[in-house]
């Protein structure tokens, strides 16, 4: 299992671009899934805003939401054996991931990416005897029902785990979607880059932020959006409080004016975004 990453130093290239191979070879071994899986995760602003005036850290696993409804007749057991017949990847740690290893091909040990299956908290899927992973389940996680509401196509270009060129398809959260998810992870755990995605995506989200307020307005019954604005009202009350900071300590500058300046900024960009949706 890697190690937690908590600063933006700790996502390196060779790291990132493991994992956008990953993401390719996924996209191919599973590419008869696509009508039930979604890219999530921190792959999201990377790919859906890919001319942003800086640069997005990118993301150094693969984060996949599952679609319950669509996973009937032994589907979810076939997904799981299909990964398994590629012996390219194997369980991981924790019970809802695979791993596998990617040889950059640059003289250095291969970089270990993880895989992870996630689904909505009312996900039922049926079991597989007898199991094809011991002790392998999805994680059902809050929030992660927003992913299969609007999703977007993309096709990606790269190379895979094995070093060949392809192009696949793939579904992706929408900007809007990826906010209510973003919003529930920032209340349930303590990872920086959760608050900088946010941040990220309200600054440089190709059409602005105004689209983004706009889709949430519109769902404005809809608990998920409650929760996730309740959310990010809570975290980033002052400059001082928990959304700001895991934003400077995800840049983890070492001047005092830079991470005042950055504290000052995510408050700025999310009291924005909250003015927008009243």
């Excluded at 493991?18 to 009508?35: N, T």
């Excluded at 005897?129 to 196509?153: H, I, T």
Aim: hydrophobic content about 40%.
């Amino acid at each position: 299992m890697n190690p937690e990453p908590r600063y933006e130093s700790d996502y390196t290239q060779r790291q990132v671009d493991a994992a956008r191979r990953v993401l390719i070879d996924v996209g191919q071994v599973l590419a008869s899934f696509r009508d039930c899986m979604v890219i999530i995760g921190g792959w999201i602003p990377d790919l859906l805003i890919p001319n942003a005036g800086e640069s997005h850290s990118g993301s150094i696993d693969v984060d996949i939401a599952l679609d319950a409804a669509k996973l009937n007749d032994g589907r979810y057991a076939d997904l799981v054996k299909l990964l398994l017949e590629t012996r390219r990847y194997r369980a991981g740690t924790q019970k809802f991931q695979f791993v596998t290893e990617v040889d950059l091909k640059d003289g250095n040990p291969p970089v270990q990416v993880e895989v992870e299956f996630l689904a909505p908290q009312a996900i039922k899927l049926k079991k597989h005897s007898p199991k094809l992973l011991a002790g392998f389940r999805v994680l059902q996680a809050d929030g992660c029902g927003a992913a299969f509401r609007a999703p977007v196509d993309q096709s990606l270009s790269g190379r895979n785990v094995s070093g060949a060129q392809n192009t696949v398809k793939l579904r992706l959260a929408s900007i809007a979607d990826f906010l209510v998810m973003k919003a529930y992870a920032l209340g349930g755990r303590e990872k920086p880059k959760d608050a900088y995605d946010i941040c990220f995506c309200l600054e440089h989200n190709p059409a602005g932020m105004e689209p983004l307020a706009t889709d949430w307005k519109t769902r404005g019954t809809d608990p998920d959006v409650i929760k996730a604005r309740a959310i990010l009202r809570e975290k980033f009350t002052s400059v001082d409080d928990f959304g700001p900071q895991q934003v400077v300590e995800f840049h983890n500058a070492s001047d005092t004016e830079t991470r005042a300046m950055q504290a000052r900024r995510a408050y700025e960009l999310v009291q924005r975004f909250l003015h927008l949706l009243v």
